[in-house]
Nanobody, 117 residues
Framework: EVQLVESGGGLVQPGGSLRLSCVAS????????MSWVRQAPGKGLEWVSS????????DYGESMKGRVTISRNNANNTLYLQMNSLKSEDTAVYYC??????????WGRGTQVTVSS
């Protein structure tokens, strides 16, 4: 059974940083690309970033580009998202997503990030 368990969310002040983690199990982690997708209150899903199985050449959505870094550790089946210079509009539930042929096929339950003073 595929499982994706996110952690690291919480309340942070504007300008602050957080690092999200996602521990994967139930599949060969180093064989798949992974992504982060978020959903702000009352809004639709927004793609944040993706990283191929190699960890090379990650890609970023425009809304957070330059403020986030995606990375992965294939040895411990973990995906990360380092977020800096956070803004109130970054408040959202952040989901870890497994990628299959450029489609999202498994989702974690998400971790809440709230940016507020």
């Amino acid at each position: 059974e595929v499982q994706l368990v996110e952690s690291g969310g919480g309340l942070v002040q504007p300008g602050g940083s957080l690092r999200l983690s996602c521990v994967a199990s139930g599949f060969t982690f180093d064989g798949y690309g992974m992504s982060w997708v978020r959903q702000a209150p009352g809004k639709g899903l927004e793609w944040v970033s993706s990283i191929p199985w190699t960890g090379n050449d990650p890609d970023y959505g425009e809304s957070m580009k330059g403020r986030v870094t995606i990375s992965r550790n294939n040895a411990n089946n973990t995906l990360y998202l380092q977020m800096n210079s956070l803004k109130s509009e970054d408040t959202a539930v952040y989901y870890c997503v497994k990628v299959l042929y450029k489609a999202f096929d498994y989702w974690g339950r998400g971790t809440q990030v709230t940016v507020s003073s």
